[in-house]
């Protein structure tokens, strides 16, 4: 039997912590860092306000050695990352891989940009 995208998003989902985009904007007083895995030309069409892009694909290999994150880096594993995509699914596989590289305070936002922009427009 073989496995679909959408079932590994499934699967991440139930090991991950996600939440709604209406508890994601109250998180955004505090200090979180806000990573958007799309592809950059995604990024460059609209993105959240703060967001870091680092693509999905890349995602493992850069978060250490990020620029924007590099002020941070002795602090990376303890401190709160939100993730967003298009509707979802990337973030939650990212959210994911992240939980496994070690980093303890990973959150998907359900909705990803799409619920964003309806929120906000």
């Not at 995604?42 to 002020?71: C, T, V, W, Y």
């Not at 596989?93 to 305070?105: C, D, N, P, R, V």
Request: net charge negative.
């Amino acid at each position: 039997m073989s496995v679909t995208a959408m079932d590994l998003v499934a699967q991440a989902k139930a090991q991950i912590n996600e939440i709604p985009m209406s508890q994601f904007a109250e998180s955004l007083s505090g200090e979180p860092v806000l990573i958007d895995v799309r592809e950059p030309e995604e990024f460059s069409k609209g993105h959240i306000p703060g967001a870091i892009n680092i693509p999905r694909g890349l995602l493992e290999f850069q978060i250490a050695a990020h620029p924007a994150l590099k002020d941070k880096a002795q602090q990376l594993t303890q401190a709160p990352f939100y993730l967003y995509c298009q509707s979802g699914g990337r973030s939650a596989l990212a959210a994911q891989s992240l939980l496994t590289m070690g980093y303890e305070q990973v959150v998907s936002v359900a909705g990803g940009y799409a619920e964003w922009q309806k929120q906000n427009a």
